[in-house]
């Protein structure tokens, strides 16, 4: 019933270098992304089965995101005793966010919450993820096809949640702090 367009830009960079030192191979992989989505959506058949009395009424979602996202990796690898031995080490670090902002609307049930008159959902949320890790690995070809491994991954992660939501299907105002 309702128009329902949609805007997404979105850029995804990454760097890649490496770099041979005989015994050695240091790679570095850098990468970010970023995006934009903008969204418009037809939600009166989904209102309207949630609460059958506002079936006849146009209800519409707003939703923005965005995304930020880095991520690092350094590694080191290697291999010794005619290539029978190889191994690798490195770290990883990662950092998003990310930000979510809702709007549904049903003309006509004249409910006033945080985002104005008929809105039946309101949400504002942004999630912080940070991310570390460190890893290493041998590998041993003890006899031909038969290969041993041995690894060890250690790995921090942390995710803060912040919002504010409101409306009638969110049962009134409410909030997430850290």
Known sequence: RVASPTKDD???????????????TLTSISAYVDREINMNNDYSLFIGF??????????????DTATETFTQELRLSGDAFSGRLQWVGG?????????LLQKVTTVGVGV??????DVT??????TDS????????LTYESVPSLDLTLGRRYFEAEQT???????????????VDN
């Open 91 to 99: 770290v990883f670090y990662g950092n998003q966010e990310d930000r």
């Open 121 to 126: 959902y309101f949400g504002d949320q942004r």
């Open 161 to 175: 949640v912040n919002g504010v939501f409101d409306g009638l299907f969110n049962g009134g105002p409410s909030s």
């Open 130 to 137: 940070k991310q570390f890790a460190a890893f290493g690995e």
């Open 112 to 117: 006033s919450s945080a985002g104005g008159i």
């Open 10 to 24: 979105v850029g995804v960079y990454s760097l890649s270098i490496t770099n041979d030192f005989g015994g050695a």
């Open 50 to 63: 949630l609460v059958p009395d506002f079936l006849p009424l146009n209800s519409y979602n707003t939703s």
